[in-house]
């Protein structure tokens, strides 16, 4: 039992250092990317340094590395199984009496445990630091004509007591609730022109929004300068998440009560559901990934060809990236539920890769 243990925990480490490894790789070419369209953007601005653009891809590498994860769980399976077919290491648990499940055996705990720490503590850190980014990003990038944060500008359309207006934004933080560079144009009950207000912020309140720093012109008037100038809104805390907010800024625990608030006013919340659900589902995928990462990797390194395999679960691993990706969008339109939309392929990776494991082991 001791012994039977011991080796578990091996594997289990050779798995975690393989998944580590392939994360941090992954992670870096990534900041590299990223670091650079930062650079781009700011390429015309003086206010921001070099450090600043740093700290920005930085908070925002958290919520891409959660991306990255089941890419990490394929290759780091495969990396650790065909580390020890080198050795002769999995030819003698064999040889011990080991079947393909009982090596496979912590490496699908591991991944369980690596998806369910992945969402209940790490997604709330990333959706914390990408909320940070995109307000740090706001205030550096918002007055800048130069920069843009989302290639165009964002626009609500809303009504209150003061008359319909449309508002448009260079920036979004805080998933909405907190414009940068704002312009409104408000119309009378005839559909009017009667005043353009320019803020520098916007902090949407209980029924209005807050505008800070403003310059109003009037039709026929002089242009005012306030310090604070309160707009009455009929949109709500939901309307303006489900319009303006991004799902990698919400955290797991948040998203149930966004989800209800949205359907409470009913509003489209799709992309909040297929964030949650996906969330969900996390640990099943990285277990998918471990099976069919090992379809290609418990050959005998001495029978030779162990390149191509693990180039053909690598190309097989990428044709299954695009199958979750597809029934995505598939369950954004709403053609099936968001629950359909998710599971689904995760279902057809797993019984595909244990149906071929039982046909190789088990003829």
Not at 249 to 274: D, N, Y
Request: charged share 20%; aromatic share 8%; with cysteine.
């Amino acid at each position: 039992m001791m012994k039977a243990r011991t080796l578990r925990v091996y594997i289990a480490k050779r798995y975690v250092l393989m998944v580590l490894g392939a994360l941090a790789v992954c992670a870096a070419l990534i900041f590299l990317v990223d670091m650079v369209e930062m650079l781009r953007r700011a390429r015309s601005s003086k206010s921001v340094t070099t450090l600043d653009l740093s700290l920005f891809s930085f908070l925002r590498l958290h919520a891409f590395v959660e991306i990255l994860l089941p890419f990490a769980a394929l290759v780091g399976t495969m990396g650790a199984l065909v580390s020890l077919s080198r050795r002769s290491e999995l030819a003698v648990m064999r040889a011990g009496g080991m079947s393909v499940w009982q090596i496979l055996r912590p490496l699908i705990l591991v991944a369980f445990a690596l998806g369910t720490f992945s969402v209940l503590i790490y997604n709330p850190f990333a959706a914390h630091s990408m909320s940070r980014a995109e307000r740090l990003m706001a205030e550096s990038f918002g007055g800048d004509d130069s920069v843009l944060l989302r290639g165009s500008d964002s626009w609500l359309r809303q009504d209150g007591a003061d008359g319909p207006s449309i508002m448009t934004a260079r920036a979004v933080s805080d998933r909405g609730l907190t414009l940068t560079t704002v312009t409104v144009v408000q119309y009378g009950s005839d559909d009017r022109f009667e005043t353009q207000l320019r803020a520098q912020r916007a902090f949407l309140k209980e029924g209005y929004w807050q505008l800070e720093n403003v310059i109003a012109q009037e039709v026929g008037r002089e242009a005012q300068h306030h310090g604070t100038y309160l707009l009455a809104t009929t949109l709500d805390k939901s309307r303006v998440l489900n319009a303006l907010g991004s799902v990698h800024a919400v955290s797991v625990f948040e998203l149930p009560e966004l989800i209800e608030m949205a359907e409470r006013s009913r509003l489209p919340a799709t992309r909040f559901t297929m964030q949650y659900e996906s969330l969900k589902a996390r640990p099943a995928l990285l277990i998918a990934m471990v099976l069919l990462a090992a379809t290609v990797s418990l050959r005998p390194f001495r029978q030779g060809g162990i390149q191509t395999m693990v180039s053909t679960g690598i190309v097989g691993g990428a044709g299954v990236f695009l199958l979750p990706e597809v029934s995505r969008q598939i369950g954004l339109a709403g053609v099936v539920p968001a629950a359909v939309a998710v599971w689904l392929p995760i279902l057809i990776t797993g019984c595909f890769a244990t149906t071929i494991l039982l046909v190789q082991e088990d003829g």
